[in-house]
C-alpha cells in the first residue's frame, strides 16, 4: 500500500497524517509544544521542539500504528507561517524562533512604511506588520547586533524541519511570501528591500514551489526516525496555503475560515489583478503562479485555550466547549473581543488587548464560553466585511482547524456568517493540504487540483437560523465599536506592563 505523510507544523502541536491514494487518513499522530512568551508581545518557539515532536509523532506511527516505513512514497508540510529562524555558518539556531504572533516590531514596521512606503506595497504586496518575518529581521539587526553578525541563513518553521530531515536548505514560495521580502509577482527574493535594509541578500535561501522534490530522507534523519532514505521530501506550504488545499477552496466563490491557534478567513484567487490596497494580506499559493487572501485574527483557538486553561483547566476541552449551547445567543448580553495578543485584521494594531462587555451578576461560566466563541466569529465577520465590500459572493463557507470540532461552534458560524458552512469530514485541512502536495509529488496525480478533486470530502452542513442571523447582526453592531472604544484604555495597559518589567 503506498503512502504519503501530510505533517502539519502548527503554533500549538505537530499532527502528522499518514494518508493512502484514497485520500483516507489511515494513522495520525501529535505531539504538544509550548509557546514561550518572555515579554509582553513576545512570542517564541525553540525550532529543536519542532525537530523532536515531529520525530515522536512519526516514531509512534511507525512503532504503534504499525506504518510500514518502505511503503511511505513521500512527505510534504504545512507550517506555521512567518517565524524567523536564523542559522549561522554551520547552520546552527542562533536564538529562539520569533514566532507570527509576536508583537514587538511596531517600530520596525513603521521604519520600514516610512522608508519605503507605496513601492514597498507595490513589490511584497501587503503593508509590513508585526507578524512578518523583514520587521522580525530589523528588530535582531537592531537589538542584537552580536547575533545578527553570524547570519548566514534565515529559515522559516517548516523549511528548517525540512531542512534537518533532507540537508537541504531552502524556502518555498507560499511562505517566503510572508516573509515581505519576495517581490511576489516576479518569485524572487527583491534585491531593493534588501539593499533598502542593509541586509545581505544571500541570507535568504533559494526558492522551490510547494510539489517541487527538496530531496529524500537524509541517512541521519532515517536513522533517527526510523524511516527510509528512499522517502522523497517535497516543499510543502504556508499552513493557510496548505489549509486551502486541504479544504478544496479552488474557486473564488469559495471561502475558508480556520480555528486554528490563529483565525483565519481566506479567498482563492486565480491571478493577481486584485487590489486590497494592504487591507488583507496577498500571498503566493502552493499552486504555481496562482494566489490567495485572508485577513487573521490573531488569538482565535488560543483565545478559547487561554480561557480554558485560565477558568477551567480541569475540564474535558469538548464538554467545556459544548456547554456553550446552554447559554444564549449573544451569551445573555455579554461580548468578547479577542484581541489578547494584539490583531492584525481588520485592526493592524499589536497593543489592542481583549475585553469582555457586559459582565452582569448573573452571568455564569457558560456565558463566558460563549462569548469567547462568539467574540472569535464576530472577529472573523469584520474580515468577512471587507471581501463582502469588495463585491465577493460566496456561497460555502469551509471550516477547519481544531476549531471546526465543534458543532456548537459551527452553527455560530452559519448564523454569524449568515452563510452555509461545512467542515471536513477530517477536520485536518492543513494537514492533508500537505499530504496532497507529497500525493501530487510523488505522481499519484497530475496536479494539486486533481489530488483536491480526489481526496477532499466535507462533512456535515449547517445552515444559518434566520432569527439567530437576525439577533447576531443586532449585536456585531454593538461588537463594532468595542475597538475604538477601548484602544486608547488597552495602550495605556500595555504601557504600564511594559513599565512594570522595567
Ligand atoms: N474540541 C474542540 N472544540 C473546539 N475547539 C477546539 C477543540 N479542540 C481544540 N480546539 C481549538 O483548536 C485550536 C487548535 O487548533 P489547531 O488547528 O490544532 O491549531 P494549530 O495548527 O495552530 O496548532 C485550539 O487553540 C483550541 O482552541
Ligand atoms: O500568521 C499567520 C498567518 O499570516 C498564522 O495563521 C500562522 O500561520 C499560524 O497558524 P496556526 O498555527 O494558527 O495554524
Known amino acids: 500500500m503506498g503512502l504519503v505523510l501530510g505533517v502539519d507544523l502548527g503554533t500549538s502541536s505537530v499532527k502528522v497524517s499518514a494518508v493512502n491514494q484514497q485520500g483516507e487518513i489511515v494513522a495520525q499522530q501529535g505531539f504538544d509544544y509550548q509557546l514561550s512568551q518572555p515579554k509582553p508581545g513576545y512570542s517564541e518557539q525553540n525550532p529543536e521542539d519542532w525537530v523532536t515532536s515531529t520525530t515522536v509523532a512519526i516514531d509512534r506511527l511507525i512503532l504503534k500504528d504499525g506504518i510500514k516505513a518502505n511503503e511511505i512514497e513521500g512527505i510534504s508540510y504545512s507550517g506555521q507561517m512567518h517565524g524567523l529562524v536564523l542559522l549561522d555558518d554551520n547552520n546552527q539556531v542562533l536564538r529562539p524562533a520569533i514566532l507570527w504572533n509576536d508583537t514587538r516590531t511596531t517600530a520596525q514596521c513603521k521604519e520600514i512604511l516610512n522608508q519605503m512606503g507605496q513601492s514597498f506595497i507595490d513589490i511584497t504586496r501587503?503593508?509590513?506588520?508585526?507578524?512578518?518575518?523583514?520587521?522580525?529581521?530589523?528588530?535582531?539587526?537592531?537589538?542584537?547586533?552580536?547575533?545578527?553578525?553570524?547570519?548566514?541563513?534565515?529559515?522559516?518553521?517548516?523549511?528548517?524541519?525540512?531542512?534537518?530531515?533532507?540537508?537541504?536548505?531552502?524556502?518555498?514560495?507560499?511562505?517566503?511570501?510572508?516573509?515581505?521580502?519576495?517581490?511576489?509577482?516576479?518569485?524572487?527574493?527583491?534585491?531593493?528591500?534588501?539593499?533598502?535594509?542593509?541586509?545581505?541578500?544571500?541570507?535568504?535561501?533559494?526558492?522551490?514551489?510547494?510539489?517541487?522534490?527538496?530531496?529524500?530522507?537524509?541517512?541521519?534523519?532515517?536513522?533517527?526516525?526510523?524511516?527510509?532514505?528512499?522517502?522523497?521530501?517535497?516543499?510543502?506550504?504556508?499552513?493557510?496555503?496548505?489549509?486551502?488545499?486541504?479544504?478544496?477552496?479552488?474557486s473564488s466563490n469559495m471561502v475558508m475560515s480556520s480555528i486554528g491557534t490563529s483565525g483565519v478567513v481566506l479567498k482563492y484567487e486565480d491571478s493577481a489583478d486584485v487590489n486590497y490596497n494592504g487591507?488583507?494580506?496577498?500571498?503566493?499559493?502552493?499552486?504555481?503562479?496562482?494566489?490567495?487572501?485572508?485577513?487573521?485574527?490573531?488569538?482565535?483557538?488560543?483565545?478559547?485555550?487561554?480561557?480554558?486553561?485560565?477558568?477551567?483547566?480541569?475540564?474535558d476541552f469538548n464538554d467545556f466547549v459544548t456547554a456553550a449551547a446552554e447559554s444564549t445567543v449573544g451569551a445573555n448580553g455579554l461580548l468578547f473581543t479577542p484581541y489578547i495578543v494584539g490583531e492584525r485584521t481588520p485592526y493592524p494594531d499589536g497593543d489592542i488587548r481583549g475585553s469582555f462587555i457586559g459582565i452582569d451578576g448573573t452571568h455564569t461560566q457558560k456565558d463566558f464560553t460563549r462569548a469567547v466563541l462568539e467574540g472569535i466569529i464576530f472577529s472573523f465577520a469584520d474580515i468577512m466585511a471587507?471581501?463582502?465590500?469588495?463585491?465577493?459572493?460566496?456561497?460555502?463557507v469551509v471550516s477547519i482547524g481544531g476549531g471546526a470540532k465543534s458543532p456548537v461552534w459551527l452553527q455560530i458560524q452559519a448564523d454569524i456568517f449568515n452563510k452555509k458552512v461545512v467542515s471536513l469530514v477530517n477536520e485536518q485541512g492543513?494537514?492533508?493540504?500537505?499530504?496532497?502536495?507529497?500525493?501530487?509529488?510523488?505522481?499519484?496525480?497530475?496536479?494539486?487540483?486533481?489530488?483536491?478533486?480526489?481526496?477532499?470530502?466535507?462533512g456535515k452542513e449547517y445552515l444559518p437560523n434566520p432569527e439567530n442571523v437576525q439577533?447576531?447582526?443586532?449585536?456585531?453592531?454593538?461588537?463594532k465599536k468595542i475597538y475604538g472604544q477601548t484602544a486608547e484604555i488597552s495602550h495605556g495597559l500595555m504601557a504600564y506592563r511594559r513599565d512594570q518589567l522595567n
Not at 471587507?386 to 460555502?396: L, N
Open 126 to 250: 501587503n503593508v509590513p506588520l508585526e507578524g512578518f518575518t523583514l520587521p522580525k529581521i530589523l528588530w535582531v539587526k537592531e537589538n542584537e547586533p552580536q547575533i545578527f553578525a553570524k547570519v548566514k541563513t534565515i529559515l522559516l518553521p517548516k523549511d528548517y524541519l525540512r531542512y534537518r530531515m533532507t540537508g537541504d536548505l531552502a524556502m518555498e514560495y507560499s511562505d517566503a511570501a510572508g516573509t515581505v521580502v519576495l517581490d511576489e509577482e516576479n518569485k524572487c527574493w527583491s534585491q531593493a528591500i534588501a539593499d533598502q535594509f542593509d541586509l545581505p541578500i544571500s541570507i535568504f535561501p533559494k526558492l522551490m514551489e510547494s510539489i517541487d522534490l527538496a530531496g529524500t530522507i537524509s541517512d541521519s534523519y532515517a536513522t533517527f526516525s526510523g524511516l527510509k532514505t528512499t522517502t522523497k521530501v517535497f516543499g510543502g506550504a504556508a499552513d493557510n496555503a496548505a489549509g486551502a488545499i486541504g479544504a478544496g477552496i479552488l
Open 279 to 315: 487591507g488583507l494580506h496577498f500571498f503566493n499559493h502552493a499552486i504555481p503562479n496562482k494566489y490567495y487572501t485572508m485577513g487573521v485574527t490573531l488569538a482565535a483557538g488560543y483565545s478559547l485555550s487561554w480561557f480554558k486553561k485560565t477558568f477551567a483547566p480541569e475540564a
Open 386 to 396: 471587507i471581501f463582502d465590500a469588495k463585491g465577493s459572493h460566496f456561497d460555502t
Open 430 to 458: 492543513p494537514g492533508m493540504g500537505a499530504a496532497m502536495i507529497a500525493a501530487t509529488g510523488v505522481g499519484w496525480f497530475d496536479s494539486v487540483q486533481d489530488t483536491a478533486k480526489a481526496f477532499v470530502s466535507y
Open 471 to 479: 439577533k447576531y447582526q443586532m449585536l456585531h453592531t454593538l461588537y
